[in-house]
């Protein structure tokens, strides 16, 4: 439960702290005095939207501090511990700080944390009801909530949530593939095609390199025989005179002189060596040419097998030695189509696996739902006859959807319809119920399902606004029965209700020439017999307000 509050800067609030009790406790004050602003304050700590206007002007941020007592409370407790945030006590400390432009930080027990974690946590530490939350109840989103959350199975509700969320992913998925049926078959066709040809080319690495070279050499059959012969005319043949004759007749000459100068027998061996190998020349020349075949025939396959690639490459527009890489990217493609089909099917199967767990949850949902829904409607009903309708009725309608639907939030509708008037059937509230009908059905629903809820502190924020008289004293009683098992906060501004509070806060403002505050003081049991008079009687307090306001709370207590 909520056991400390501490608010700096916060709207007119320059700085307020508070200790609070277990039990119902009445939150009272003049209009404008803001008693809402606590109420305000601490939502903040819970996760609420917040932004700069929140700052008391001429401060630079304002700072919320709420303080809780989980003890009684396994699920935050264990919340925290997950995610290593639990303190050495069975407390925890919810902080918000706005600053002046806006910006906003939340912390849990000292951390920093996003403003989503404030709202799972708060949610498990308090539930605040305020008095405009009647209008909620024109649309059927909180009618579902209500029963849901009044049969426990909320938990359920978002397992059927998930899976027919699933079930539509996977339709959505399935729904694709068969639309790409079509397309997908024409783009298989012309894969197979374009492989096959791939295939019958059967393309070897390095083999255009090797055709090219074979190509050249092909083509310049004639040209090469003949510049080879010439050489070796030059060289040996020559009747005029060849290469070889001229080295022999230049040793000769120089033999003469042999061993006369050492310069002039270095010349007549390299002159010697000259011979050597233009002799070796010759020879390997000349079995060259007696091995050396023109081939017209080969030339032909060479220059057809090398036009059969250039035109597949251009087909394909890329590089013929691209043509590998692109078999092998069709090849992949081809693989990919081939498993979407698989995939196709698979998502067949995952769908009807996935509508059954949806059927199956959605069936249990329902039961549970048939079930709270009428003791939902008789438990709204009792409240509301003891709140001034003698003759109203609730009911919770169920209405079912087609049988192969999947709807995200189970298999009917729900509804909340109200009779105000014995003999009147029930219609939708939006049709029946006045506001101040509304109002009395709101608190009503809030008071019956509070009594399920797990949340140890609840908050009544003017929900009996346009109750009063002797259904104001029920209101009291109602909330001071929920203080008894746990513990209750409500603002009010009728004295009957704020009788029944086991402690009483009087909110009051605090006025100089330069600024306004808000203070809040507890009441003692005199200070509240004299606030308890003053909203009875106004700004003239009798004894008979003082006397009524006694009887008032002795009754009550």
């Not at 050499?217 to 070796?232: F, G, T, Y």
């Not at 003053?534 to 009754?555: F, N, P």
């Amino acid at each position: 439960m909520l056991v400390h509050l501490a608010v700096n800067n916060y709207a007119i609030v320059d700085h307020l702290e508070l200790e609070i009790s277990s039990g119902m406790t009445a939150i009272t004050g003049e209009t404008g005095a803001g008693k809402s602003i606590m109420l305000d304050a601490l939502a903040l700590t819970l996760g609420d939207r917040a932004d700069s206007g929140a700052v008391r002007p001429g401060t630079d941020k304002a700072d919320i501090l709420a303080t809780f007592d989980i003890s009684q409370i396994p699920e935050a407790t264990a919340w925290l511990t997950e995610r290593d945030l639990a303190g050495d006590d069975q407390q925890v400390i919810l902080r918000r700080v706005i600053t002046a432009e806006g910006r906003s930080r939340g912390y849990i027990n000292g951390s920093p944390c996003p403003q989503q974690d404030l709202k799972t946590l708060g949610g498990m530490l308090i539930d605040i009801h305020s008095q405009h939350e009647h209008q909620s109840l024109l649309k059927p989103d909180t009618h579902r909530r209500l029963l849901d959350d009044y049969a426990g199975s909320r938990e359920l509700a978002r397992q059927v949530q998930l899976a027919a969320q699933r079930c539509k992913q996977t339709e959505q998925a399935l729904q694709q593939a068969s639309q790409q049926g079509d397309e997908k078959s024409s783009r298989l066709q012309l894969l197979t095609y374009q492989l096959e040809e791939l295939d019958n080319l059967s393309l070897q690495e390095g083999e255009i390199e090797e055709l090219e070279n074979d190509q050249r050499q092909l083509a310049n059959a004639e040209q090469i025989m003949q510049s080879c012969q010439q050489v070796i005319n030059l060289c040996s043949e020559n009747d005029s005179g060849s290469v070889l004759q001229a080295l022999t007749a230049s040793q000769q000459r120089l033999t003469a002189f042999k061993n006369n100068h050492h310069s002039l027998d270095e010349a007549n061996g390299m002159l010697a060596s000259a011979q050597i190998q233009i002799e070796e020349a010759v020879g390997e020349l000349t079995r060259y040419l007696d091995h050396f075949e023109a081939d017209p025939e080969r030339q032909q396959q060479v220059e057809e097998r090398l036009g059969v690639i250039h035109d597949l490459a251009r087909k394909h527009r890329v590089n013929p030695d691209e043509l590998p890489a692109l078999q092998q990217k069709l090849i992949d493609e081809l693989e990919s189509m081939q498993q979407q089909d698989l995939d196709a099917e698979r998502l067949g199967e995952e769908l009807e696996a996935f509508r059954e767990h949806y059927r199956q949850l959605a069936v249990e949902l329902s039961g549970v739902r048939h079930e709270a829904a009428i003791r939902l409607g008789e438990a709204v009903t009792g409240q509301i006859q003891q709140l001034g309708m003698p003759g109203g009725q609730v009911k919770v309608q169920l209405q079912p959807h087609a049988a192969e639907a999947i709807m995200p939030h189970g298999q009917e509708a729900v509804e909340l319809l109200v009779s105000a008037n014995p003999g009147q059937p029930a219609k939708p509230l939006a049709k029946v119920a006045s506001g101040g009908e509304l109002s009395r059905i709101s608190l009503g629903i809030q008071v019956t399902t509070v009594q399920t809820s797990r949340v140890p502190t609840l908050v009544f924020d003017e929900v009996d606004v346009g109750i009063g008289g002797p259904t104001a004293e029920i209101v009291g009683s109602m909330l001071r029965k929920l203080g008894s098992n746990g513990q209750v906060l409500t603002v009010t501004h009728l004295p009957q209700v704020a009788a029944h509070g086991h402690q009483h806060l009087f909110v009051r403002k605090e006025q100089t020439d330069e600024s306004t505050s808000t203070r809040i003081d507890r009441l003692s049991q005199e200070g509240r017999v004299q606030e308890i008079a003053r909203m009875l009687g106004g700004i003239d307090m009798t004894e008979e307000s003082l006397a009524h306001a006694r009887k008032l709370m002795s009754v009550a207590q």
